[in-house]
């Protein structure tokens, strides 16, 4: 069974994967895009391990044979769901692989920009041994602040104890309240209470641009938004007017509302801002757990067994 990982992997991670593969899978590995030699590759693949590039219909249409989009990682906005149903190509996804990583990344964007760290060894690294005044009396701990949680999945449940055991009060807002011992509170009111705001919901209609101009506004003066979930779940534009204005005190973003995003977007601009490029989830033990789920799955297909995370 043909196999294509639509990702440009790195010989430990290839050693990784033919470490696990056995004799009835081949693999082959092309680079995130469009560009040649994907369509050549994907034109007889049975499965495609994809990561962030989108699946269009019109990649779908180039791959007759194609039996399972294996998404790794969890969000399946990325892939044309509706096209992949009407061709029965099954479509799964893996919770909880990645976790764990994303979680250390949301905590590690929360105390970047507590500290100013981005900024801090920006001057260093350019012979500035002491920072300016400005800085210098902008640091800040997380103990004692209040951490809101928008969306209670399993990348909070991970954060919320690690955060409580800082010192810092958490609250969370989910669809309903959840049998947790943290405190469950409405949208408007934990973005009107949180000093660190923090987004872990999947992207659908119903939360494209759910912090929006209005509910930037309902947050408190001088608080911190973290997103590693999705970019559109912000208006990128309306929060450059929040963070540039002083309204918001800082973000650390690791996800944009265009990837890759563009050198001029205004939000890199910022000096209060902490960014990465959407690697929240990329650590060699998301790998391991990941692959493990997406080999399951291949063996499931070729041998009609029952599919892991089946979303589609």
């Known amino acids: 069974m043909k196999v294509l990982f639509h990702y440009a992997a790195g010989p430990r991670l290839r050693a990784e994967v033919e470490a696990r593969c056995d004799r009835d899978t081949r693999l082959v590995y092309c680079p995130e895009g469009p560009e040649e030699p994907f369509y050549s590759e994907v034109a007889d693949s049975e499965v495609i391990w994809h990561v962030l590039w989108p ?114 009060r958490v609250v969370y807002t989910a669809t309903a ?60 534009g309306a929060l450059h007017e929040a963070l540039a204005s002083g309204h918001l005190g800082g973000a650390g973003l690791d996800v944009f509302h265009e990837e890759p995003t563009a050198a001029a977007n205004p939000l890199l601009q910022l000096p209060n801002v902490a960014v990465s490029p959407h690697l929240a989830w990329l650590t060699l033990e998301t790998w391991q757990r990941s692959i493990d789920v997406a080999l399951h799955n291949v063996r499931a297909i070729r041998d009609g067994h029952s599919l892991a995370h089946r979303v589609a």
């Open 55 to 168: 699946i269009t219909a019109a990649v779908i249409a180039r791959a007759p044979k194609l039996r399972l989009i294996q998404k790794i990682g969890v969000g399946v906005n990325t892939i044309d769901l509706a096209a992949a149903k009407q061709r029965g190509i099954a479509v799964c996804n893996m919770p909880g692989t990645n976790s764990r990583a994303v979680a250390e990344m949301t905590l590690l964007l929360m105390l970047n920009v507590l500290r100013r760290q981005y900024g801090v060894e920006r001057a260093l690294r350019a012979g500035q041994w002491i920072v300016d005044e400005a800085t210098r009396e902008s640091f800040g701990e997380l103990a004692g602040r209040t951490v809101g949680l928008v969306g209670f999945g399993a990348v909070p449940q991970l954060l919320a104890p690690v955060l409580e055991a800082m010192g810092a």
């Open 177 to 236: 309240a959840k049998a947790v011992r943290w405190e469950f509170l409405p949208l408007a009111r934990l973005l009107a209470e949180a000093d660190i705001v923090s987004l872990h919901v999947p992207l659908v209609e119903a939360t494209t641009r759910l912090i929006d101009r209005q509910r930037l506004a309902g947050m408190k003066r001088g608080a911190i938004l973290v997103n590693t979930a999705r970019g559109a779940l912000v208006d990128e």
